[in-house]
């Protein structure tokens, strides 16, 4: 009877670790959901400057133009924006998180990328 009440409290426990293991890789780090708050609001807010300030110096070669471009296209889309993380990779040296964007309008989703290296943003792509 006691190995019995042992086992199933081991396996109680394994469940819970197991299940907070999941809870914790379904939350973004705060600094990526800051990171993508910043980008996006910086797309509505068509300010190239917010855009690039945590960038890795590739990221600062995005042109203003290019930028402009964007903004143009998604920019008032996005103000209806609402983020969800959905999880995270890790490429080539990279955490890259991924992110649904789902608008007021009901219009389709979509997914959005954020790639980060020391703390410096390589990639932000929407597609």
Not at 35 to 60: C, M, P, R, W
Not at 99 to 126: M, N, P, R
């Amino acid at each position: 009877m006691k190995n019995i009440v042992v086992r199933q409290i081991c396996i109680l426990a394994a469940l819970f670790m197991a299940s907070a293991s999941f809870l914790s890789a379904n939350e973004p780090q705060k600094d990526d959901a800051a990171l993508v708050a910043k980008l996006v609001s910086a797309i509505q807010n068509t300010d190239y400057e917010a855009f690039v300030a945590d960038g890795s110096e590739a990221f600062h070669a995005i042109t203003k133009p290019q930028f402009d471009s964007v903004c143009e296209s998604l920019g008032v889309k996005l103000k209806t924006a609402h983020t969800t993380f959905l999880g995270e990779l890790n490429q080539q040296g990279f955490r890259v998180t991924l992110w649904k964007l789902s608008f007021a309008d009901g219009s389709d989703d979509a997914l959005a990328t954020l790639s980060v290296k020391d703390g410096k943003v390589g990639g932000f792509w929407i597609k």
